[in-house]
């Protein structure tokens, strides 16, 4: 397949379901993170969806077809819900492929994470944003989360369930992430996952790299992937794949070897184009990112919303790009973080700041 075959087919693809589904089951959560989306706090919201409500949402997803989109339940910590695993077996019965992002705090037993493998959830999630005890509890904000990360790390691969890890990069962890790739190696991930901040939520206190940092960082990663069987990704940072794909023709590699790799195969996917966000009272979203709502599960079929709400479509449509983003010749494989933009500009389709390149 070209790669202009490869990204008609993904626009195909994703305009009739997204790959990825992240359903925030709840805002509580035991952690204080500074830079936490979710703006958790400690008790659970009086409207979150109900079990039923769930169980109705996860019937929904379904009706995306075959084959299932990935499902992550994640939070504030999915763990504060007592419905987790009744959700997540009903969710697996019905032919959904899901994973969990929990928190590392004391709920996060080895008992728990051997349920999540009788289950049958495909992969849990980590985060690491410091390579010390010290740097990582001051950033989660609370004393003793780099141990029970580190246990529970221990205990997941011990259990057998693949492990990703998540990384935030702001200016507060930029000189950190070569130490905390030291550390995510002892690991045994399948995937270390480097999130670039997007000013939402808690994340607003912290503050961003500039665009020659994060070029910088990108072309590191890419070295890095290199020497590492893990996959190394970017969440709104879509174009580490312009990096990378420049790197990939530059070394001889073939459009169909690159198709192949996991950067390729990603190809096209950002905010709202293979990707919903559902928040814990049932808003739906292009992501948790990106503060606009396209409806609420409690009165739209999410497949609907996806599928043909203004926003979600618009989203899709890279013509509607602005500014350098929407000249550029990677634009259909990268696109910019539509987050960013927002954040920055207040309209969606606005340019990713933290993109360097000229086209
Ligand atoms: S200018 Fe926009 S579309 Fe082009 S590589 Fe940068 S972020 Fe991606």
Not at 113 to 127: E, P
């Amino acid at each position: 397949m070209s790669l202009e075959e490869k990204l008609i087919h993904n626009r195909f693809v994703f305009s009739r379901k997204p790959v990825m589904i992240y359903w925030e089951m709840t805002q509580a959560c035991d952690l204080a993170c500074k830079h936490c989306r979710a703006e958790a706090i400690p008790d659970r919201h009086p409207l979150e969806l109900t079990t039923d409500e769930g169980k109705k949402l996860l019937s929904q997803l379904r009706e995306f077809g075959d084959p299932s989109p990935h499902l992550v339940m994640t939070g504030g910590d999915a763990l504060k819900r007592p419905d987790l695993f009744e959700l997540i077996e009903y969710g697996v019965s019905i032919g959904l492929k899901i994973s969990v992002a929990p928190s590392a705090t004391n709920h996060l037993t080895p008992d728990v994470i051997k349920r999540f493998k009788d289950l049958g959830v495909l992969s849990l999630s980590l985060s690491l944003d410091g390579s010390t005890k010290e740097k990582h509890d001051e950033f989660r904000g609370v004393d003793g989360v780099y141990d029970m990360t580190i246990r529970a790390a221990e205990e997941i691969k011990k259990a057998g369930i693949p492990l990703q890890v998540n990384t935030l990069v702001s200016k507060e962890t930029y000189d950190d992430i070569p130490a905390i790739f030291e550390v995510v190696k002892d690991f045994a991930v399948v995937r270390w996952s480097l999130f670039f901040l997007i000013q939402v939520g808690r994340g607003k206190v912290l503050n961003q790299i500039t665009p020659e940092e994060a070029e910088n960082l990108l072309i590191w990663l890419y070295e890095k992937s290199k020497e590492v069987k893990f996959a190394i990704a970017t969440t709104e940072a879509p174009h580490y794949r312009r990096v990378a794909f420049e790197r990939m023709i530059k070394s001889g590699m073939s459009i169909e070897e690159i198709l192949k790799t996991p950067i390729g195969r990603g190809f096209g996917i950002r905010d709202g184009n293979g990707v919903m966000f559902i928040s814990h009272i049932g808003d739906i979203y292009p992501s948790g990112f990106l503060p606009i709502t396209a409806g609420n599960v409690r009165k739209d079929h999410p497949v609907e919303v996806y599928r043909n709400s203004k926003i979600f479509r618009r989203l899709r449509d890279y013509n509607e790009l602005k500014g350098k983003c929407g000249r550029c010749e990677y634009r259909a494989i990268c696109g910019g973080a539509r987050s960013r933009a927002f954040a920055a500009t207040g309209d969606p389709f606005e340019s990713d700041p933290l993109c360097e390149y000229e086209p």
